[in-house]
């Protein structure tokens, strides 16, 4: 396909077309993204039909490319919905599914109103040409319109009725005697020509802007800008039908003149019942969660706000409460994810049914709610406090779903303004670090937000800021420390160590910034970096050594939720021209028992690529032998707890004992971690254990210091 060749000048996205891109997986949006990326457009992006419906109400859209499978609303319930309003109802939709394409299929889709069918996998080339050509179609209509308005200034009698075909029409002289209608006023006002004809338009359209009854027609605004040679525009007018029901309608009055002088005026009109109801539909979906019915995130926040105002100018406190249902991922593991909404559904019907009728009860997110308290005054602690012990208590009784009795209970975190901080941004953070203190406290009670936690959190905020610098700044280094062959006497194997210098010379080890690390989402990133760093080295040191080591590189569990991860590592060994067995990769024994089937699954592409695999910590108790037998690994590292008790304790040397044995009846290496002492070695050697690791023979240290010959 032949890239756009984009403009000189700058163009104004305001001035782009703009295509909206739905579906619920990410990955969808980046391909679409991709193919479509040369186009002179601006891209946006939903993941929900409820997130369709909200935007379309801020921006119009050129094309928009709906999948049509999704949770919630799904592709053809939007598509349905698009099209009752009138915004959006001749807005292009090009269905995108992954379904099988059958005719039943691709005709639901044009019932509801798509102009397109695309089916997964998409190709790109039929996928550009289809897009490109409504971006055509949308770029002709906009100078349509800009030309028909320009054309409206000038616009008459008989033009001003084609343009009108299909809304309402009324022709209405200067004493307001209807003197012209047309098919669609008949229909709208359930009257017939004859009637309509002759009679006056007060009848049928409320001419009054007050409650003081009707104006005649030569006293009504509509008259009064007509007579000045003006246009009359009125979003929502008043108008009447033949039972006097009176019904909202949008119309313009435009006057009309014979030889510069008025003959009368042109009103078009729509009934915008249907429109109106739809925008209300909307407006309540962008405000509420549409699962529970509670207030939404985002309208949470504009309390929030509101509250904040309030307390400051009456100089008054208020309270949040955080609560977070423990173990609810079990809930939808074992009993699916219907059981687990309706879970939610029925946790918020709790808590409504707990606090007052002034409080406000928000669903932020997946299974966290939060609850705005400004009722309280005096004794604020002891109020807080009461309603937390009565919430634990009605949300930790027996739900019946389906047939399951399922428990649950909430861990709550409680926070004061302007106490627990100075906007909503830092109460709304503090809030959640109570609740976090909760739950580290083993779930199912309540904590405040202290000076403790205060300082935690500003502790927390400023080690984010520093490793954000250090990626910047490139303050991270790798130590690596040797695996010696005991059988061989040689340096087999180094692991690579991350370890940060900041450029304020405070050290950190890393127990305390990696899980930093992978909380702020950028352990990946730097597990990238680590990996060809260790590549880099590993290049290095088969210059100068006859018998590199292979160096080993630590896996963090969110890198190992990535399916091109071993892709990533086998493309950075071919960037620095290395066999697969200059790299091993270690992950840890609980890693592994998070996820099993996955992690199998990425460590047997590891295994395909030739990269050894090493588990790391083992016989800290949470793997299960059943796995053991399936996991394509290559080497086991016995945990440095059971290594630090040799000579000491009997039990730990069975263990020891046992590990080795079943390693090497596995046919698999085994490397006996943190060995300090003479004691320790000797056990090792008595065991056969194939690789020690530990100060005894060498600490970490930097490339240009460690030791890799005897």
Same mark, same amino acid.
């Given at each position: 396909?032949?890239?756009?060749? %984009?403009?000189?000048?700058?163009?104004?996205?305001?001035?782009?077309?703009?295509?909206?891109?739905?579906?619920?997986?990410?990955?969808?949006?980046?391909?679409?993204?991709?193919?479509?990326?040369?186009?002179?457009?601006?891209?946006?992006?939903?993941?929900?039909?409820?997130? =369709?419906?909200?935007?379309?109400?801020?921006?119009?859209?050129?094309?928009?490319?709906?999948?049509?499978?999704?949770?919630?609303?799904?592709?053809?319930?939007?598509?349905?919905?698009?099209?009752?309003?009138?915004?959006?109802?001749?807005?292009?939709?090009?269905?995108?599914?992954?379904?099988?394409? &059958?005719?039943?299929?691709?005709?639901?889709?044009?019932?509801?109103?798509?102009?397109?069918?695309?089916?997964?996998?998409?190709?790109?080339?039929?996928?550009?040409?289809?897009?490109?050509?409504?971006?055509?179609?949308? %770029?002709?209509?906009?100078?349509?319109?800009?030309?028909?308005?320009?054309?409206?200034? #000038?616009?008459?009698?008989?033009?001003? #009725?084609?343009?009108?075909?299909?809304?309402?029409?009324?022709?209405?002289?200067?004493?307001?005697?209807?003197?012209?209608?047309?098919?669609?006023?008949? *229909?709208?006002?359930? #009257?017939? +020509?004859?009637?309509?004809?002759?009679?006056? =338009?007060?009848?049928?359209?409320?001419?009054?802007?007050?409650?003081?009854?009707?104006?005649?027609?030569?006293?009504?605004?509509?008259?009064?800008?007509?007579?000045?040679?003006?246009?009359?525009?009125?979003?929502?007018?008043?108008?009447?039908?033949?039972? *006097?029901?009176?019904?909202?309608?949008?119309?313009?009055?435009?006057?009309?003149?014979?030889?510069?002088?008025?003959?009368?005026?042109?009103?078009?009109? /729509?009934?915008?019942?249907?429109?109106?109801?739809?925008?209300?539909?909307?407006?309540?979906?962008?405000?509420?969660?549409? @699962? &529970?019915?509670?207030?939404?995130?985002?309208?949470?926040?504009?309390?929030?706000?509101?509250?904040?105002?309030?307390?400051?100018?009456?100089?008054?406190?208020?309270?949040?409460?955080?609560?977070?249902?423990?173990?609810?991922?079990?809930?939808?593991?074992?009993?699916?994810?219907?059981?687990?909404?309706?879970?939610?559904?029925?946790?918020?019907?709790?808590?409504?049914?707990?606090?007052?009728?002034?409080?406000?009860?928000?669903?932020?997110?997946?299974?966290?709610? $939060?609850?705005?308290?400004?009722?309280?005054?005096?004794?604020?602690?002891?109020?807080?406090?009461?309603?937390?012990?009565?919430?634990?208590?009605?949300?930790?009784?027996?739900?019946?779903?389906?047939?399951?009795?399922?428990?649950?209970?909430?861990?709550?975190?409680?926070?004061?303004?302007?106490?627990?901080?100075?906007?909503?941004?830092?109460?709304?953070?503090?809030?959640?670090?109570?609740?976090?203190?909760?739950?580290?406290?083993?779930?199912?009670?309540?904590?405040?937000? &202290?000076?403790?936690?205060?300082?935690?959190?500003?502790?927390?905020?400023?080690?984010?800021?520093?490793?954000?610098?250090?990626?910047?700044? !490139?303050?991270?280094?790798?130590?690596?420390?040797?695996?010696?062959?005991?059988?061989?006497?040689?340096?087999?194997?180094?692991?690579?160590?991350?370890?940060?210098?900041?450029?304020?010379?405070?050290?950190?080890?890393?127990?305390?910034?990696?899980?930093?690390?992978?909380?702020?989402?950028?352990?990946?990133? $730097?597990?990238?970096? $680590?990996?060809?760093?260790?590549?880099?080295?590993?290049? *290095?040191?088969?210059? +100068?050594?006859?018998?590199?080591?292979?160096?080993?590189?630590?896996?963090?569990?969110?890198?190992?939720?990535?399916?091109?991860?071993?892709?990533?590592?086998?493309?950075?060994?071919?960037?620095?021209?290395?066999?697969?067995?200059?790299?091993?990769?270690?992950?840890?024994?609980?890693?592994?028992?998070?996820?099993?089937?996955?992690?199998? !699954?990425?460590?047997?592409?590891? %295994?395909?690529?030739?990269?050894?695999?090493?588990?790391?910590?083992?016989?800290?108790?949470?793997?299960?032998?059943?796995?053991?037998?399936? @996991?394509?690994?290559? &080497?086991?590292?016995?945990?440095?707890?059971?290594?630090?008790?040799?000579?000491?304790?009997?039990?730990?040397?069975?263990?020891?004992?046992?590990?080795?044995?079943?390693?090497?009846?596995?046919?698999?290496?085994?490397?006996?971690?943190?060995? +300090?002492? +003479?004691?320790?070695?000797?056990?090792?050697?008595?065991?056969?254990?194939?690789?020690? /690791?530990?100060?005894?023979?060498?600490?970490?240290?930097?490339?240009?210091?460690?030791?890799?010959?005897?």
């Amino acid at each position: 396909m032949g890239a756009i060749k %984009q403009s000189a000048v700058q163009e104004d996205d305001r001035t782009k077309p703009t295509i909206l891109i739905v579906d619920d997986r990410p990955e969808n949006h980046r391909v679409v993204r991709k193919i479509l990326g040369d186009m002179r457009a601006n891209f946006h992006s939903a993941e929900s039909g409820h997130e =369709v419906l909200s935007l379309v109400l801020r921006h119009k859209y050129a094309v928009i490319l709906l999948d049509v499978m999704m949770p919630g609303i799904d592709g053809f319930e939007t598509a349905s919905l698009l099209r009752m309003n009138d915004e959006t109802k001749h807005t292009p939709i090009i269905f995108i599914t992954a379904a099988d394409h &059958t005719e039943a299929l691709e005709f639901k889709g044009y019932e509801v109103g798509a102009v397109d069918y695309l089916f997964k996998p998409i190709n790109a080339h039929t996928l550009y040409s289809k897009v490109q050509v409504f971006l055509e179609l949308e %770029q002709q209509r906009t100078k349509l319109l800009q030309s028909f308005q320009d054309i409206q200034e #000038l616009e008459n009698k008989n033009r001003l #009725l084609l343009k009108s075909i299909g809304e309402g029409i009324l022709g209405v002289d200067t004493q307001g005697c209807i003197t012209y209608t047309n098919p669609a006023t008949e *229909k709208i006002l359930g #009257l017939n +020509e004859n009637t309509l004809v002759g009679a006056n =338009v007060a009848e049928f359209i409320c001419l009054s802007t007050s409650n003081a009854g009707n104006a005649s027609w030569e006293n009504c605004r509509i008259f009064e800008h007509c007579a000045k040679g003006y246009t009359y525009r009125d979003s929502y007018g008043l108008f009447k039908d033949n039972d *006097k029901r009176m019904f909202p309608a949008e119309f313009i009055a435009t006057p009309i003149y014979e030889n510069n002088t008025l003959f009368g005026v042109v009103i078009a009109f /729509q009934d915008i019942s249907q429109k109106r109801s739809i925008e209300e539909q909307l407006n309540r979906l962008s405000q509420f969660d549409t @699962l &529970t019915g509670l207030v939404n995130r985002s309208t949470f926040e504009k309390h929030l706000q509101q509250a904040i105002k309030r307390s400051l100018r009456h100089n008054r406190e208020f309270s949040l409460l955080h609560l977070d249902l423990d173990h609810f991922k079990q809930v939808n593991d074992q009993f699916g994810h219907e059981v687990g909404d309706i879970l939610l559904q029925e946790v918020g019907h709790r808590i409504v049914k707990t606090v007052s009728d002034g409080d406000i009860v928000a669903r932020i997110g997946g299974d966290e709610f $939060v609850i705005l308290l400004e009722n309280f005054i005096e004794q604020h602690v002891r109020n807080e406090a009461a309603l937390a012990e009565h919430l634990l208590s009605h949300l930790s009784g027996a739900y019946l779903i389906r047939g399951h009795e399922i428990f649950i209970g909430p861990s709550i975190g409680i926070a004061r303004f302007p106490g627990a901080g100075e906007d909503s941004v830092s109460v709304l953070r503090a809030v959640e670090l109570a609740m976090y203190r909760a739950k580290k406290q083993g779930g199912q009670n309540f904590q405040f937000f &202290t000076e403790e936690l205060h300082l935690q959190a500003l502790a927390s905020l400023e080690l984010e800021q520093k490793l954000r610098v250090a990626i910047e700044q !490139e303050e991270f280094a790798l130590f690596y420390q040797p695996q010696w062959d005991i059988n061989n006497n040689r340096v087999n194997k180094v692991e690579a160590l991350l370890r940060w210098f900041p450029a304020d010379g405070s050290s950190l080890g890393p127990g305390v910034f990696i899980p930093k690390l992978e909380e702020m989402g950028l352990i990946n990133k $730097v597990g990238e970096w $680590v990996v060809e760093q260790a590549c880099r080295q590993a290049k *290095k040191w088969r210059a +100068e050594y006859a018998n590199p080591p292979c160096i080993a590189v630590n896996l963090s569990m969110e890198q190992l939720r990535r399916e091109e991860l071993p892709e990533m590592v086998f493309y950075l060994l071919q960037k620095y021209q290395l066999p697969a067995d200059a790299i091993e990769v270690e992950v840890t024994e609980g890693m592994m028992m998070q996820n099993p089937q996955q992690a199998i !699954e990425i460590l047997n592409a590891f %295994q395909r690529l030739g990269i050894a695999v090493a588990i790391d910590d083992f016989g800290t108790g949470y793997s299960s032998f059943s796995y053991l037998v399936h @996991l394509p690994i290559n &080497t086991l590292k016995i945990d440095r707890e059971f290594i630090r008790k040799l000579g000491e304790d009997e039990k730990c040397e069975m263990v020891v004992r046992a590990i080795i044995s079943l390693a090497h009846n596995m046919h698999l290496k085994v490397v006996a971690e943190g060995v +300090e002492t +003479e004691q320790q070695l000797t056990f090792l050697l008595e065991q056969k254990c194939d690789y020690i /690791q530990g100060y005894y023979f060498a600490k970490p240290a930097s490339a240009a210091q460690v030791r890799l010959e005897p």
